[in-house]
């Protein structure tokens, strides 16, 4: 038995049938419904917890590529600068910077271009 199943043999009918509020049709009063729905419905969510993650990271990645282009340089290039200049900033940080500090972004690729011996500007 999955985690899931496991999880569900462990609930009450009510436990169930109040995690089913909203769905459609049977599948919200039925019980026997309701337990497959709500299974698959856990399953989805734990899912998507994960693919939430991934899909943030893209996003500050897209950000960060995007603030970098701006100054000549891609994105590879610049976290590649970043690791041998030792400069320890997340890919969120950078994303936030790139958006809201501008000038506190070119700042960090000028420093970054200076000291790293792969930085290309384009």
Request: with cysteine.
């Given at each position: ?25 049977r ?5 026997r419904?309701?337990k497959?729905r ?13 693919q ?16 970098a ?19 320890q ?17 070119k700042?960090?690729?000028d ?12």
């Open positions: 038995k999955t985690t899931t199943e496991r999880l569900l043999l462990r609930m009450n009918k009510s436990k169930i049938l109040s995690l089913a509020k909203g769905f459609r049709g599948a919200k009063n039925c019980h419904l309701a497959t709500v299974m698959k419905a856990l399953q989805y969510s734990y899912r998507d917890r994960r939430r993650r991934r899909q943030v990271r893209r996003q500050w990645i897209l950000q960060t590529n995007a603030g282009r701006e100054h000549g340089v891609g994105y590879g290039q610049l976290i590649s600068g970043l690791k041998q200049c030792d400069v900033l997340n890919r969120k940080m950078l994303a936030e910077l790139a958006e809201f500090e501008p000038y506190s972004f700042a960090i690729v420093y970054v271009a200076a000291n790293a011996p792969v930085l290309r500007r384009s």
